[in-house]
């Protein structure tokens, strides 16, 4: 069966970093782009950043821009989230994604179940 499994959230002071970590089981991981994701209470659900299949190619939301890095390690079957100068409003449940489209109209979408990240003093 799938299964994505987040770890590495935490507490962490303004300033600080974590490495959020999934590890993916059930499907053929290198077939499929990676994503994380994040929510905070009251708020959509939002992207923060995301690696193609080969790990060739990756995108940003502009307010994690040069603070986060999204890696993945297929041989593991494992995507990672480096999170660097960590702000307040950083806090949210950490989501991580795995999409694949099969062809036009077949889509396959899986999520793991969070992971909480906290920032504050």
């Known amino acids: 069966q799938v299964q994505l499994v987040e770890s590495g959230g935490g507490w962490v002071q303004p300033g600080g970093s974590l490495r959020l970590s999934c590890a993916a089981s059930g499907f053929t991981f290198s077939d499929y782009a990676m994503s994380w994701y994040r929510q905070a209470p009251g708020k959509e659900r939002e992207l923060v950043a995301a690696?193609?299949?080969?790990?060739?190619?990756?995108n940003y939301a502009d307010s994690v821009k040069g603070r986060f890095t999204i890696s993945r390690d297929n041989s593991k079957s494992a995507v990672y989230l480096q999170m660097n100068s960590l702000k307040p409003e950083d806090t949210a449940v950490y989501y991580c994604?795995?999409?694949?489209?099969?062809?036009?109209?077949?889509?396959?979408?899986?999520w793991g179940q969070g992971t909480q990240v906290t920032v504050s003093s």
């Open positions: 994604k795995a999409d694949r489209v099969a062809r036009p109209g077949l889509r396959y979408a899986y």
């Open positions: 690696v193609t299949s080969t790990g060739a190619s990756t």
